[in-house]
Protein backbone atom coordinates (compact mmCIF):
# COMPACT_ATOMS: atom_id res chain seq x y z
CA UNK A 1 0.00 0.00 0.00
CA UNK A 2 0.94 3.33 -1.44
CA UNK A 3 1.58 6.43 1.89
CA UNK A 4 -1.74 7.84 2.55
CA UNK A 5 -3.92 4.51 1.53
CA UNK A 6 -6.07 2.96 3.56
CA UNK A 7 -7.29 -0.89 3.79
CA UNK A 8 -10.90 -0.65 3.63
CA UNK A 9 -11.26 -4.49 3.62
CA UNK A 10 -9.36 -4.89 7.22
CA UNK A 11 -11.01 -1.54 8.39
CA UNK A 12 -14.81 -3.28 7.94
CA UNK A 13 -13.35 -6.40 9.32
CA UNK A 14 -12.33 -5.41 12.38
CA UNK A 15 -15.32 -3.12 13.14
CA UNK A 16 -18.39 -4.62 11.74
CA UNK A 17 -17.93 -8.24 11.63
CA UNK A 18 -18.84 -9.18 14.72
CA UNK A 19 -21.61 -7.01 15.01
CA UNK A 20 -22.77 -8.63 11.03
CA UNK A 21 -22.14 -12.38 12.55
CA UNK A 22 -24.52 -11.35 15.73
CA UNK A 23 -27.24 -9.46 13.61
CA UNK A 24 -26.86 -11.94 10.67
CA UNK A 25 -29.40 -14.77 12.08
CA UNK A 26 -31.84 -12.21 13.84
CA UNK A 27 -34.37 -11.74 10.82
CA UNK A 28 -34.29 -15.57 9.54
CA UNK A 29 -36.46 -17.37 11.82
CA UNK A 30 -39.03 -14.03 12.96
CA UNK A 31 -39.55 -13.49 8.29
CA UNK A 32 -39.90 -17.03 8.51
CA UNK A 33 -43.01 -17.42 11.53
CA UNK A 34 -44.10 -14.12 10.01
CA UNK A 35 -44.88 -15.15 6.74
CA UNK A 36 -46.02 -18.97 7.74
CA UNK A 37 -48.08 -17.07 10.64
CA UNK A 38 -49.63 -14.76 7.28
CA UNK A 39 -50.26 -17.88 5.36
CA UNK A 40 -51.94 -19.99 8.16
CA UNK A 41 -54.21 -17.11 9.53
CA UNK A 42 -56.06 -16.47 5.81
CA UNK A 43 -55.97 -19.87 4.50
CA UNK A 44 -55.93 -22.60 7.43
CA UNK A 45 -57.30 -20.60 10.16
CA UNK A 46 -59.45 -18.21 8.31
CA UNK A 47 -62.19 -16.26 10.09
CA UNK A 48 -64.72 -14.13 9.38
CA UNK A 49 -62.79 -11.05 9.94
CA UNK A 50 -60.98 -11.22 6.93
CA UNK A 51 -57.90 -10.95 6.07
CA UNK A 52 -55.61 -11.08 9.44
CA UNK A 53 -52.24 -9.68 9.96
CA UNK A 54 -51.45 -10.99 13.15
CA UNK A 55 -53.50 -13.55 16.23
CA UNK A 56 -54.06 -12.51 19.24
CA UNK A 57 -50.75 -12.84 21.92
CA UNK A 58 -48.49 -13.50 18.57
CA UNK A 59 -45.70 -11.36 20.64
CA UNK A 60 -44.99 -14.10 22.92
CA UNK A 61 -44.24 -15.94 20.41
CA UNK A 62 -41.96 -14.00 18.51
CA UNK A 63 -40.49 -12.69 22.35
CA UNK A 64 -39.39 -16.22 22.48
CA UNK A 65 -37.78 -16.86 19.42
CA UNK A 66 -36.22 -13.27 19.26
CA UNK A 67 -34.32 -14.67 22.63
CA UNK A 68 -33.77 -17.59 21.49
CA UNK A 69 -31.92 -16.24 18.43
CA UNK A 70 -29.57 -14.21 20.23
CA UNK A 71 -29.01 -16.93 22.91
CA UNK A 72 -28.15 -19.34 20.26
CA UNK A 73 -25.83 -16.92 18.53
CA UNK A 74 -23.71 -16.35 21.57
CA UNK A 75 -23.76 -20.10 22.80
CA UNK A 76 -22.89 -21.39 19.58
CA UNK A 77 -19.98 -19.21 18.86
CA UNK A 78 -18.02 -22.20 19.48
CA UNK A 79 -19.61 -24.80 18.07
CA UNK A 80 -19.14 -28.29 19.97
CA UNK A 81 -21.50 -31.56 20.25
CA UNK A 82 -22.01 -30.03 23.94
CA UNK A 83 -23.11 -26.33 22.77
CA UNK A 84 -25.83 -27.73 20.55
CA UNK A 85 -26.98 -30.02 22.86
CA UNK A 86 -27.49 -27.06 25.54
CA UNK A 87 -28.56 -24.91 22.58
CA UNK A 88 -31.18 -27.57 21.30
CA UNK A 89 -32.69 -28.19 25.32
CA UNK A 90 -31.88 -24.61 26.62
CA UNK A 91 -34.19 -22.78 23.42
CA UNK A 92 -36.94 -25.43 24.14
CA UNK A 93 -36.90 -24.27 27.79
CA UNK A 94 -37.25 -20.78 26.48
CA UNK A 95 -39.66 -21.24 24.05
CA UNK A 96 -41.64 -22.93 26.79
CA UNK A 97 -41.18 -20.65 29.46
CA UNK A 98 -41.96 -17.68 27.61
CA UNK A 99 -45.15 -19.00 25.37
CA UNK A 100 -46.39 -20.40 28.97
CA UNK A 101 -46.05 -17.06 30.61
CA UNK A 102 -48.00 -15.13 27.91
CA UNK A 103 -51.15 -17.44 28.42
CA UNK A 104 -50.87 -16.94 32.19
CA UNK A 105 -50.56 -13.00 31.51
CA UNK A 106 -53.52 -12.94 28.74
CA UNK A 107 -55.88 -15.56 30.01
CA UNK A 108 -58.36 -14.93 32.49
CA UNK A 109 -58.06 -18.77 33.53
CA UNK A 110 -55.26 -18.69 36.34
CA UNK A 111 -55.04 -16.65 39.01
CA UNK A 112 -52.39 -13.94 38.78
CA UNK A 113 -50.34 -14.86 41.39
CA UNK A 114 -47.35 -17.52 41.63
CA UNK A 115 -49.98 -20.46 42.41
CA UNK A 116 -51.59 -19.26 39.08
CA UNK A 117 -48.26 -19.00 37.44
CA UNK A 118 -47.45 -22.60 38.44
CA UNK A 119 -50.88 -23.52 37.31
CA UNK A 120 -50.67 -22.51 33.78
CA UNK A 121 -47.14 -24.28 33.45
CA UNK A 122 -48.00 -27.00 34.77
CA UNK A 123 -51.01 -27.21 32.28
CA UNK A 124 -48.35 -26.05 29.40
CA UNK A 125 -46.19 -29.44 30.35
CA UNK A 126 -48.78 -31.85 31.22
CA UNK A 127 -50.71 -34.00 28.99
CA UNK A 128 -53.70 -36.72 29.89
CA UNK A 129 -53.10 -38.36 26.50
CA UNK A 130 -49.85 -39.93 25.79
CA UNK A 131 -48.02 -38.22 22.88
CA UNK A 132 -48.78 -39.48 19.60
CA UNK A 133 -45.42 -39.51 17.25
CA UNK A 134 -47.23 -41.33 14.50
CA UNK A 135 -47.29 -44.70 16.10
Not at 73 to 78: E, G, P, Q, R
Not at 93 to 121: E, H, P, Q, R, W
Amino acid sequence: MGCGSVDYHSYIDENYSSRIEFFTPWPVPILATFISDLVLNNTLYKSAQGFQWFYDGFYWQYLAYAIIVFWGASILKNVKVQNVIVGALGSSLIFFLVSNFGVFAMSSTYTKDFAGLMTCMTAGFHSSKPPSWGI
